[in-house]
């Protein structure tokens, strides 16, 4: 698989403060990558200058082929990198089929009926929405909030789904749900680049695992690897100088 998506030294940070110090990453067309590291090692910093939400400072950012870097966020979003935000970022006081509604508008290229379509589809997806279409999306449950959001992201079509943080705050009955729809995603070879804290879930579900310390990524490899103790004791734990891996 050729890389959709590729960080080349990638500098960036807030105001004066350097955050990544040069990031070296490839997300391959049609897997599913996640970013794991400690508190504070740029693993939302990364996403957002992805998605033109920071400026990059240095080095480049290539998006099939096309430098991605120095355009806004609207722009990268109609490339069809889309970013789901930690915190779900959805309408609260908009009911879930007006959030619906909204989102499946993103795809220009779509007529009324395929819009309907799509809303389907994700409805489909998340049956629980279903069942709340008339709720206003403030009062849903966090889970059915990422759900939420979750369904905007797709209702744009995206080439790259950007998720940071999915299972934050979330029981473990919902975190194991919304994993199994990213396998579902993986299954239909939807490229995902994935922040997640539960390391065990999305070692299930990962074609490609980073490790994000300090600014750098410190291990790429398999989950087979950094299912090892070792490497999750040395690496994610901060236990040991990063190394970089295959």
């Not at 049956?127 to 909030?145: D, I, M, V, Y």
Request: proline content about 4%; hydrophobic content about 45%; aromatic content about 4%.
């Amino acid at each position: 698989m050729g890389a959709l998506l590729q960080l080349e030294g990638v500098v960036s940070g807030y105001g004066t403060v350097r955050v990544l110090d040069g990031v070296d990453l490839a997300v391959p067309e049609g897997a599913v990558v996640v970013l794991l590291g400690p508190n504070g090692a740029g693993k939302t910093t990364t996403l957002r200058v992805i998605a033109g939400l920071l400026p990059t400072w240095r080095g480049r950012i290539m998006f099939d082929g096309a430098r991605l870097d120095g355009c806004r966020p609207y722009d990268v979003s109609r490339r069809g990198v889309i970013l789901v935000p930690e915190g779900r970022g959805v309408f609260p006081a908009l009911t879930v089929r007006e959030n619906l509604q909204v989102a499946s508008r993103a795809d220009v290229t779509a007529g009324p009926s395929q819009r309907r379509g799509a809303v389907d589809d994700v409805l489909d997806t998340f049956p629980r929405l279903r069942e709340r279409l008339s709720q206003a999306a403030g009062t849903l449950s966090g889970g059915e909030q990422q759900m939420l959001a979750l369904g905007r992201g797709l209702l744009a079509r995206p080439r790259l789904l950007v998720i940071d943080e999915l299972s934050l705050g979330l029981a473990p009955q919902v975190v194991e749900q919304l994993f199994a729809t990213v396998a579902e995603l993986k299954a239909r070879h939807q490229t995902v680049l994935l922040v997640e804290q539960y390391v065990t879930h999305a070692l299930h579900v990962a074609d490609l695992c980073c490790i994000l310390d300090k600014g750098r990524v410190a291990f790429v490899g398999d989950g087979g690897e950094l299912r090892s103790a070792d490497v999750l004791t040395e690496l994610y734990m901060g236990q040991r100088s990063p190394r970089s891996g295959t």
